[in-house]
C-alpha cells in the first residue's frame, strides 16, 4: 500500500539513495505491475475486456511504475547493487514502454498479443 | 408473509450495503499479500458488527433514540463533543473515499475524465437523496449492490486450493511479515465496523418507524444481512488470494479489484463487478452523508429524518447538503480515493470505541430497555468484541506508522 508516501513523504520515487530494501520494494513494484498488465493484455487480445476499462487501467498502471522507475534509475544504492539497480531500472522502463503501448491502443489485439509477450518476459 | 417479504428485503439491503470501499480494499490487498491467512479476521470483523447493529437497533427500537443520541447521554456534552467531532472527521474521510470510488467505477465503465464523473456523481447522490424514500434508497442500492456477488462466481471460477482456504479461518500468526499481517488485521476488523455503520443503522430503524414488533426483523436483518455481507468478504479476499497473490500482484488501484472478475468470467464478469462496486460504494456515500447529518442533528436536538420534508428538517437537510459538498471538495482537491479510503480505516478504529461503549451501556440498561435489555449472549459478544475494539484502537496508529501503512 501506498500510505506511507503520504504519511512520512519519504521513500518512494525522487533521485536520493537507495536502501537495498527500497531497491527490493521498487523492484517488486515494478514486477507486480508487468504482472498486472500481462492479465490486463492477455483479456485484451482475447477481448474479453472493454476498451475504455483496458485504456484507463493501464494508464493507472503506468502512473505507479512512473515513480519506481524514476528512483531505480536516478536512485544511488552501495557498489555491490549498483547491477541489480540497473537491471532493475531498465525493466522498469520496458514496463513502462509496454503498458503505454496498451493504453494508446487498448482495442487492438495484435498490439495486446505483442505486449503480452514481453510483459510476461518481463514479471517472471 | 408482509413481515417475512420486510425481512427478506432487509437482509438482500444489508447485504449488498455491507461491502463498502474501506472493505473492498482492505479484503483485496490481504488477499493479495497474505492469500486466505486473515479470512478468520473477516469473522470478528462481522461478529462485531452483527453484534453492535442488532444492540443500536434494539436501543433505537425500544427507547426510540438513535447512537449519537445515546452518546450524548452517556458521556455527557464534553466527551460527546469529542466522540462527535471524531464520528464527522472520519465520516467525512469516509465520504469523500467513497465519493472518489464512485468517480473511479464509472470512469472504467466509461472512460471519462475523472474529474467530470466526480461532478456528475456528487450532483447523481444529491437528486437521489433528495428525491427518492429513505427505504428505496437502502433497498435499490442494496439490490442493485448484490451483482457484487459476481467476486463470488469469480472466486470460485479461479479454482483456489479450498483446502487452503477452509485454513484461512483458522486463527494463525505467519512466520514472517507480523506486523504488516497486524496491520491487516486491525484494517479488517475496522473495515468491517466503520462507525458509520451504526450511526446509520439506528437512525434508520427511526426512520422505518419500527416498533417493538419490528424486534425480530431487527436481529433477521442484523445476523443473515452481515453474514451474507461477510460472505462478499470473503469472497473478495479468496479472488484475490487465488488469483493476485500467487503472481506477487500488489493492488493499489479499484481496476485491479474489477480485473479480478474479468480474468475468470470476462466482459461480464468486468461490467457486473464495476456496477457492483459503483452501487455498493454510492450505498456507503448515502449512508455516510446521511449519518453525517444525523450525528448533528441527534447531539444538537434538531429535528432529523429523511422522512420529514426538507422544511419540516432544515438543520437536518442543510446538513446532508453540507456533508455531500465537503465530500466532494476534499476529492475534488485531486487526493487518491485509495489512499483516503486507507487513513479512513484506520482513524476510524481509533474513534470505534467512544461509537461503541455508549452502545453497550445504554443495551444494558433496564431503566431504558425494560424486558428488551441485554441477554447473557448479547452481554459475553458485547463485552468481547468492545476489548478487541480496544486493543486495535490502541494498536491502529503505531502499526500504521511502524508498517509503512502496509508496505513493511
Known amino acids: 500500500m501506498p500510505l506511507v508516501c503520504v504519511v512520512l513523504a519519504a521513500g518512494c520515487g525522487g533521485s536520493g539513495a537507495l536502501t537495498p530494501k527500497e531497491l527490493q520494494k521498487e523492484a517488486e513494484t515494478v514486477q507486480s505491475a508487468a504482472a498486472e498488465g500481462a492479465l490486463l493484455a492477455s483479456d485484451v487480445a482475447r477481448d474479453r475486456t472493454t476498451e475504455p476499462f483496458a485504456r484507463i487501467h493501464s494508464g493507472v498502471l503506468v502512473e505507479q511504475v512512473k515513480p519506481a522507475t524514476q528512483a531505480l534509475t536516478q536512485g544511488h544504492v552501495p557498489g555491490e547493487l549498483d547491477a541489480r539497480r540497473k537491471q532493475a531500472a531498465r525493466k522498469a522502463k520496458a514496463v513502462v514502454d509496454a503498458l503505454e503501448e496498451l493504453h494508446a491502443s487498448p482495442g487492438d489485439r495484435a498490439v495486446a498479443r505483442r505486449v503480452l509477450r514481453e510483459l510476461e518476459e518481463l514479471s517472471s | ?408
Open chain 2, 1 to 408: 408473509m408482509k413481515r417475512i417479504f420486510d425481512i427478506a428485503l432487509g437482509i438482500l439491503a444489508a447485504i449488498g450495503g455491507f461491502v463498502d470501499i474501506g472493505d473492498i480494499v482492505f479484503n483485496v490487498a490481504a488477499g493479495a499479500i497474505f492469500g486466505y491467512q486473515l479470512l478468520w479476521v473477516v469473522v470478528i470483523g462481522v461478529g462485531a458488527i452483527i453484534t453492535y447493529s442488532e444492540m443500536c437497533g434494539r436501543v433505537a427500537v425500544v427507547s426510540g433514540r438513535a447512537v449519537m443520541d445515546v452518546v450524548r447521554e452517556r458521556l455527557g456534552f464534553g466527551a460527546g463533543l469529542v466522540a462527535l467531532i471524531a464520528g464527522q472527521l472520519v465520516n467525512l474521510m469516509t465520504l469523500a473515499a467513497e465519493i472518489g470510488g464512485i468517480a473511479l467505477a464509472l470512469q472504467l465503465l466509461s472512460g471519462l475524465p475523472y474529474r467530470v464523473l466526480l461532478v456528475l456523481g456528487v450532483l447523481a447522490l444529491g437528486v437521489v437523496i433528495w428525491v427518492l424514500r429513505f427505504e428505496w434508497i437502502e433497498r435499490v442500492f442494496g439490490y442493485v449492490g448484490l451483482t457484487m456477488l459476481v467476486f463470488a462466481v469469480a472466486a470460485i471460477k479461479l479454482r483456489p486450493e479450498w483446502n487452503e482456504v477452509a485454513s484461512g479461518f483458522v486463527p494463525g500468526v505467519p512466520s514472517s511479515n507480523l506486523a504488516v499481517y497486524a496491520f491487516f488485521a486491525v484494517g479488517l476488523i475496522g473495515a468491517a465496523t466503520v462507525p458509520y455503520e451504526v450511526y446509520f443503522y439506528s437512525s434508520g430503524a427511526i426512520e422505518e418507524r419500527w416498533t417493538p414488533k419490528d424486534l425480530g426483523t431487527n436481529k433477521a436483518n442484523a445476523i443473515i444481512g452481515y453474514t451474507l455481507g461477510g460472505f462478499l468478504s470473503f469472497a473478495l479476499m479468496i479472488m484475490a488470494g487465488a488469483l493476485f497473490f500467487p503472481l506477487g500482484i500488489s493492488p493499489e488501484a479499484l481496476g485491479t479489484v474489477a480485473l479480478g472478475a474479468e480474468v475468470p468470467l470476462g466482459q461480464i464478469g468486468l461490467l457486473l463487478a464495476l456496477v457492483g462496486v459503483l452501487f455498493a460504494v454510492s450505498g456507503a456515500a448515502i449512508d455516510t452523508v446521511f449519518s453525517g447529518a444525523y450525528n448533528m442533528a441527534q447531539f444538537f436536538g434538531w429535528e432529523w429524518g429523511k422522512y420529514r420534508k426538507p422544511v419540516d428538517a432544515p438543520r437536518f437537510t442543510l446538513g446532508w447538503i453540507v456533508m455531500l459538498v465537503l465530500g466532494f471538495v476534499i476529492v475534488v482537491t485531486g487526493v487518491d480515493p485509495i489512499q483516503v479510503t486507507e487513513f479512513s480505516v484506520i482513524f476510524s478504529v481509533v474513534a470505534l470505541p467512544l461509537t461503541y461503549i455508549p452502545i453497550l451501556l445504554v443495551a444494558n440498561d433496564r431503566t431504558y430497555m425494560g424486558a428488551n435489555v441485554n441477554g447473557k449472549l448479547a452481554n459475553v459478544l458485547g463485552f468481547l468484541y468492545f476489548l478487541i475494539i480496544l486493543a486495535i484502537a490502541l494498536a491502529a496508529i503505531p502499526l500504521m506508522l511502524l508498517t509503512n501503512g502496509g508496505q513493511g
